[in-house]
């Protein structure tokens, strides 16, 4: 394929790929052809925001982390170990990842976030540029029927930016238990959002 070059793997003997390019070429590829066309733009951002990976390292950052810039490391160290991300592996019977297949696993995911310009993955640090929300991510249990997290997420994006008392004191609950107590507020640290009702 363009950009690519065939290599063999000759520990093992398996069919692989290198790319020529480093992984921000293809980042700003990838972002370029967003801004171009906005139908094919609209497709890329489905496509990749409805990948159950690309949304459990969105819940890892937004939840678990909370902050406008996060260590590399702390990502590496601490994705796999989220309950959240363990419990899909095993419903999906996914191996646990080691240490070494963390390093390989979440710079991909990292840089398919950085694509659609959710972060801005920097050698060390990775840097949230704002919430990209989806129904998924105000959800606080995984059975939740999808029409409550979709309402959830609309209640959401008409109290944005700090409406809290527009939220009732259920959903409130539910979404400061998963992003903070500042969410909806002027403290919370993230004050641009998108909301990604389509996917």
Same mark, same amino acid.
């Given at each position: 394929k363009p950009g690519c070059i065939k290599v063999v793997d000759t520990f093992r003997g398996i069919p692989s790929s290198a790319m020529r390019d *480093? &992984? &921000?070429?293809? *980042? *700003? !590829?990838? /972002?370029? =052809?967003? !801004?171009?066309? @906005?139908? @094919? +733009? +609209?497709v890329i951002r489905r496509t990749i925001l409805g990948m159950h990976a690309v949304r459990q390292m969105m819940a890892f950052l937004y939840h678990g982390a909370r /902050?406008?810039?996060?260590? =590399?490391?702390f990502v590496y160290d601490n994705f796999f170990q989220a309950p959240f991300v363990k419990q899909f592996m095993e419903q999906e019977g996914i191996e646990e990842a080691t240490p070494e297949a963390a390093k390989r696993r979440c710079p991909f995911l990292l840089n398919l976030l950085a694509a659609v310009g959710v972060v801005e993955a920097e050698r060390k640090n990775v840097r949230i540029t704002g919430l990209v929300l989806t129904a998924d991510l105000v959800r606080p249990y995984a059975r939740e029927a999808q029409e409550a997290s979709a309402r959830r997420l609309r209640v959401v994006r008409d109290a944005w930016p700090d409406r809290a008392d527009t939220v009732s004191s259920e959903d409130i609950s539910i979404v400061r238990e998963l992003f903070g107590p500042e969410f909806l507020t002027s403290r919370y640290p993230f004050q641009q959002a998108q909301f990604v009702e389509d996917l």
């Open positions: *480093n &992984e &921000e070429f293809y *980042n *700003n !590829l990838v /972002r370029s =052809r967003m !801004l171009s066309d @906005a139908s @094919a +733009g +609209g /902050r406008p810039t996060v260590a =590399r490391d």
